[in-house]
């Protein structure tokens, strides 16, 4: 057996953020994915680089100390969460000491000020993605996440503890009924079938549900019969308010549209924050976790201030959630982002919280702050995991507000965009993580940046 084939045992030393797990064998580093301090695990060596080897887990051999919860009954083969058999308390330690690591390692001189617990830690998440496929080779058809560490067998979700039941349920309706149907899901290695996708979005406050399925072009099916067996559901807590049809043709297995027709109700569904009312469509950005945003916005209100004639940015700013809760504290709120669709619902959402004191452009943030003609005293910046584009930064610290509220989803990319920011003289002031995604490895953090001259 090559050295590079290798199955290897070893003891996990730490993990780091985001669940990157460290030990050592031999004279060597051993990195893997997932993980948890304490387990003795076998693992595969996948890649030797000069410095360590990269591993892929096989088998938990012996369990953490810190394993003393049950959790989901899918949490060995499912990837979707990673800290289900912690006590929610060992899950925060944990998440917090990994981005106080970050932070401490990049020499920014900051204490983070602690986690701000999600309200819910069971059936949070409002919207869920989930895949056709099989759980072994020509098996039936499953639907749900993928399995941990595979990129093509897929984990039947019978129960998920992350999620309302209705998604359950209509996860299996659909499932069923394609099955039935011996209808065959989309391979990713031959690029050929129908099923791909099922989307579903479930509002926290109206119990509103839109249900998107998403397939190839290559076979017929009947949509008709597809909608009768989403409406026939007669268990949901909530209401499907609209069941639409993705046509997706694209080789990656991303959710896009070359196409989208409405089977049933409407195309969006009703959510309502900090007494906010927003519109959601099937593409446009919004928090996972309803009552963890309102948390999450309050932390941001909070670092920001209650001055109220000023100009505020708000940059990559989706449905425009965060520039709609600024705007009482403003005397002007701009917001820019790229995907039109959600400027569109951004407006819409202004006009029907009677806030007219807010204007969205749809633009990438490295063009548009060319654009913007107006002196902010705030700029709010919410990126994706990628962080703030590299060519945008500086231009962004041009304004040169007085100060910065950045949320990020990413702590890594966090702590290398504030290392430009404190180098171009803005001071790092506070820090505070909010937990929207709990029993996972993720974490949110809002920091408060002031320049140093001002």
């Not at 500086?394 to 504030?418: A, G, H, M, Q, W």
């Amino acid at each position: 057996m090559s050295r590079k084939s290798r199955v290897i045992e070893f003891n996990i030393d730490r993990v780091d953020f985001p669940n990157k797990g460290k030990g050592s064998f031999e004279d060597r580093n051993i990195r893997i994915k997932g993980g948890l301090p304490g387990q003795k695990v076998k693992a595969k060596v996948a890649k030797r680089r000069k410095d360590y080897w990269e591993a892929k887990l096989i088998e938990v051999l012996e369990k953490s100390l810190l394993e003393t919860e049950e959790g989901c009954p899918h949490k060995n083969v499912c990837g979707g969460c990673t800290y289900q058999s912690l006590t929610y308390e060992n899950e925060k330690k944990l998440k917090l000491k990994q981005v106080q690591e970050l932070f401490d390692k990049e020499e920014l001189g900051i204490e983070v000020e602690g986690i701000e617990e999600s309200p819910d830690l069971i059936g949070y998440r409002n919207k869920m993605e989930y895949t056709f496929g099989d759980e072994e080779k020509d098996g039936p058809l499953a639907l749900g996440l993928h399995m941990k560490g595979r990129f093509y067998e897929v984990v039947n979700t019978d129960y998920c503890n992350i999620v309302n039941k209705d998604f359950t349920i209509i996860r299996e309706t659909v499932r069923s009924h394609f099955d039935s149907l011996e209808l065959p899901f989309y391979n990713k290695r031959s690029h050929e079938g129908l099923l791909r996708h099922l989307v579903i979005r479930r509002a926290g406050s109206t119990g509103e549900i839109l249900v998107n399925l998403v397939t190839s072009s290559q076979i017929e099916f009947d949509r008709e019969s597809f909608t009768k067996a989403l409406i026939s559901i007669s268990n949901l807590e909530g209401k499907i308010t609209g069941i639409l049809h993705t046509t997706n043709d694209g080789l990656g297995d991303t959710v896009t549209a070359d196409k989208m027709d409405i089977l049933h109700g409407t195309d969006i569904i009703h959510e309502e924050i900090l007494g906010l009312k927003f519109k959601i469509s099937p593409f446009s950005f919004f928090q996972t976790n309803t009552t963890g945003a309102e948390k999450l916005y309050s932390i941001a209100r909070e670092f920001a201030g209650e001055k109220e004639d000023r100009i505020i940015f708000d940059l990559y700013s989706g449905t425009g959630t965060i520039a709609q809760m600024m705007a009482a504290v403003a005397k002007k709120v701009i917001g820019i982002e790229i995907v039109e669709e959600a400027v569109d619902m951004a407006r819409e959402n202004a006009k029907l919280n009677n806030l007219d004191n807010v204007e969205f452009i749809a633009d990438d943030v490295f063009k548009g702050v060319d654009e913007l003609e107006d002196k902010p005293d705030l700029i709010i910046i919410d990126p994706p995991r990628d962080g703030i584009h590299p060519k945008a930064i500086d231009k962004i610290i041009d304004f040169n507000p007085e100060e910065f509220v950045y949320i990020s989803c990413n702590p890594v990319t966090l702590v290398r965009d504030l290392k430009i920011f404190r180098d171009r003289g803005y001071e790092i002031k506070r820090v505070k993580c909010m937990d929207m995604f709990p029993r996972t490895p993720h974490i949110e953090c809002v920091v408060l940046m002031s320049s140093e001259v001002s």
